[in-house]
């Protein structure tokens, strides 16, 4: 059985840092692309950033770019996100999400098999 399970998220200022960390377990990490994907209140589920299999490419969405850094270490079955100069707008529910990919990865929420429960961020002004 697999588990996508987030961990990290809570209440920050503006202008401060998190780190968010994704742990999976049940299939074999190093095969799967992996993703942080954000919905908030009223809005449709965004992809944040990916990154490939082994690491070695990442993509970021423009809202997000220059201030978050995604990671993984593949032996230890756990992706990070990275969150520094927090806005406002960055307040959502992240979630971390997994698929069987190659050497590149893609934001499309369809590409992925696997969605943990979310984590919650919220960043006050």
């Known amino acids: 059985q697999v588990q996508v399970v987030e961990s990290g998220g809570g209440l920050v200022q503006a202008g401060g840092s998190l780190r968010l960390s994704c742990t999976v377990s049940?299939?074999?990490?190093?095969?799967?692309?992996m993703g942080w994907f954000r919905q908030a209140p009223g809005r449709e589920r965004e992809g944040a950033s990916c990154i490939a299999r082994s690491g070695g490419s990442a993509l970021y969405a423009d809202s997000v770019k220059g201030r978050f850094t995604i990671s993984r270490n593949n032996a230890a079955n756990t992706l990070y996100l990275q969150m520094n100069s927090l806005k406002p707008e960055d307040t959502a529910m992240y979630y971390c999400?997994?698929?069987?990919?190659?050497?590149?990865?893609?934001?499309?929420?369809?590409?992925?098999?696997?969605w943990g429960q979310g984590t919650q961020v919220t960043v006050s002004s």
């Open positions: 049940g299939l074999t990490f190093a095969a799967y692309t």
């Open positions: 999400a997994a698929y069987l990919g190659g050497g590149w990865c893609a934001l499309s929420s369809n590409k992925y098999n696997y």
